[in-house]
């Protein structure tokens, strides 16, 4: 029996760099080049176990969140509210009636209420924020954050069994994010970084 000649295979994955024969679209190029600098070993999990990677459980809002927050009542003045958030050196203050959630307030809120509050007496009903972003304490910590981004939100009242648990706000965000930043990167990060 001949043998048959056979076409030389075709390389795929051929890599990218000077001196190479064949080049890779640079789309393929930016793509790998971006994986390996964004996600080095130690960011991406992997065990080293014989090529497979370890398998890690989403975190959960829980380990992130503010627990046992302040909370000011619906019928509260703006005073006790700016008192309540300058004493504790909070931004986002959540609203409760009867001890159930029924919105928040901001710093911002209040900066704004301000120069109407000199003609008359507002409560916290009068300038709080009644549609809010309701999250259970064992929420993905992933989508919650996607969630935020999303809806251009700066906070999530966090409850356990509809009862207010934490609340999570962009600084809890961006501290998570710098320490997750510092335990993949070492070297990279200094004191004043996260």
Same mark, same amino acid.
């Given at each position: ?17 000077? /001196? ?17 600098? =964004? ?8 065990? /080293? %176990?014989?090529?497979?990677?370890? =398998? ?32 504790? /050196?909070?931004? $986002? ?15 911002? !809120? ?8 000199? %003609? ?31 809806? $251009? ?18 600084? !809890? ?14 070297? !990279?990060? /200094?004191?004043?970084?996260?």
């Amino acid at each position: 029996m001949a043998r048959r000649h056979r076409p030389p295979r075709r390389r795929t994955g051929a890599r990218c760099g000077p /001196g190479q024969r064949r080049r890779q679209p640079l789309r393929e190029c930016a793509q790998r080049d971006l994986h390996s600098f =964004v996600l080095p070993p130690a960011a991406a999990g992997l065990a /080293g %176990q014989r090529g497979r990677a370890a =398998v890690k459980a989403p975190p959960l809002l829980k380990v992130e969140m503010t627990p046992f927050p302040y909370s000011v009542d619906l019928h509260a003045s703006l005073g006790e509210a700016r008192e309540l958030m300058d004493a504790h /050196g909070i931004h $986002h203050l959540p609203v409760t009636s009867q001890r159930a959630v029924v919105g928040v307030i901001t710093d911002r !809120d209040l900066r704004s209420a301000e120069g109407a509050a000199a %003609q008359g007496a507002l409560t916290v009903a009068d300038v709080y924020i009644a549609e809010v972003y309701v999250v259970d304490l064992n929420a993905p910590l992933a989508e919650v954050l996607l969630t935020m981004a999303r809806r $251009h939100i700066g906070s999530a009242i966090v409850t356990r069994d509809g009862k207010l648990a934490g609340v999570f706000t962009s600084v !809890d965000a961006c501290r998570c994010f710098g320490e997750f930043l510092r335990e993949s990167f070492p070297g !990279d990060c /200094g004191p004043e970084a996260a």
